[in-house]
């Protein structure tokens, strides 16, 4: 019998796609507790540690024990497991005990502020889109790299593109964001596209009481609009950064 018909008859291959559909799953659902302030920081990437670090455990148990009919456990795959599970609560260890120390530096949490209050808490909102489906794109395009480039400094958390999405062309209230997401700041944005400029206004709000306490307008030739997208975007982070260092340093 060839390598791939063992393969196929201890069913590796079904074995491996429910597993990654399953860990899937579980890590989306880690994601959005993380994001809303339910779970600490550190368990995603400890989720996802044990999740690789399951991949040979599920390897294992295909080869096995998927064949059809039952099989008995044996001493080498169970020295296998043991050994599997000894590394992955190693590695998983290690790695919570890493994240959590990257996650205590210059963080208002420190002072046990309320998600809500903590204005390091960041809700990027999709940005309003007025013009055409160019601008439309563009105004989408902007947010989530803006999002991406706020998640990169350490003293911020910043909830990710699923965690908004829901409130994407919503009409919904700051301290409603704030209450759902568990953020204290509620970044807003509008694009604006004429015949030959594009103009980007960014508010940042508190999302306790609605009261904006920064802004950045920008304003750009429309030529190669698609061009700009991460051109604005960093600029916006830029200004975003240095607003929220001049309100809270």
Not at 50 to 70: D, E
Not at 106 to 116: E, H, K, R, V
Not at 170 to 194: F, I, K, M, N
């Amino acid at each position: 019998m060839s390598f791939f018909s063992t393969l196929k008859e201890r069913r590796l291959p079904q074995f491996m796609a429910a597993y990654a559909a399953g860990g899937w799953v579980l890590l989306q659902l880690v994601d959005q507790l993380v994001d809303r302030g339910v779970a600490p920081d550190p368990l995603y990437p400890t989720a996802l540690a044990i999740f690789i670090c399951g991949a040979p455990a599920a390897i294992i148990l295909s080869w096995f024990h998927g064949a059809v009919g039952s099989q008995k456990f044996r001493a080498l795959e169970l020295s296998l497991l043991a050994a599997l599970l000894a590394g992955t609560i190693g590695v998983s260890a290690w790695v919570w005990g890493t994240t959590s120390t990257e996650s205590t530096g210059p963080s208002l949490a420190a002072i046990d502020l309320p998600p809500t209050e903590d204005p390091r808490r960041i809700a990027v909102l999709y940005f309003e889109g007025r013009g055409d489906d160019d601008v439309q794109f563009l105004a989408a395009g902007v947010t989530e790299t803006l999002i991406d480039e706020l998640s990169s400094v350490d003293a911020l958390h910043v909830i990710s593109r699923n965690g908004v999405a829901p409130f994407r062309d919503a009409a919904v209230s700051p301290d409603s964001v704030g209450r759902v997401l568990q953020v204290g700041t509620v970044v807003e944005g509008r694009v604006v596209a004429s015949t030959d400029r594009v103009r980007m206004n960014v508010a940042l709000v508190n999302a306790a009481t609605g009261d904006q306490y920064g802004d950045v307008e920008l304003e750009r030739p429309r030529a190669e609009l698609f061009d700009l997208q991460d051109e604005l975007a960093q600029e916006v982070a830029l200004r975003l950064r240095e607003k929220l260092g001049e309100e809270f340093e």
